[in-house]
């Protein structure tokens, strides 16, 4: 998910079948809090605790398999060629 503008927001699983990791990112592509294992179905809100420009949803457990913490740089390209 991209946003026009960073801002604090928050996210939940009511439509959402499987445990998913919420990886919230700034503006400078820096992962500012992640949201682990977000309990599928569930109303309740899980916020991003600081201002986001980026969501990115993986796999619940994928954010720390991967080495993803706060801090960690998150880089994507849109060309499919690369």
């Known amino acids: 998910f991209a946003f026009p503008y960073p801002h604090q927001t928050g996210f939940w699983m009511k439509n959402t079948l499987v445990s998913l990791d919420i990886i919230y990112i700034n503006a400078m592509n820096d992962v500012v809090s992640i949201q682990a294992n977000a309990e599928p179905r569930s109303m309740k809100s899980l916020p991003s605790g600081a ?9 619940g457990g994928q ?5 993803i913490a706060v ?3 998150i880089y994507w390209s849109l060309d499919e060629t690369e």
């Open 51 to 59: 201002p986001a420009s980026y969501v990115l949803e993986v796999l």
């Open 63 to 67: 954010a720390a398999a991967q080495g």
């Open 71 to 73: 801090g960690t740089k």
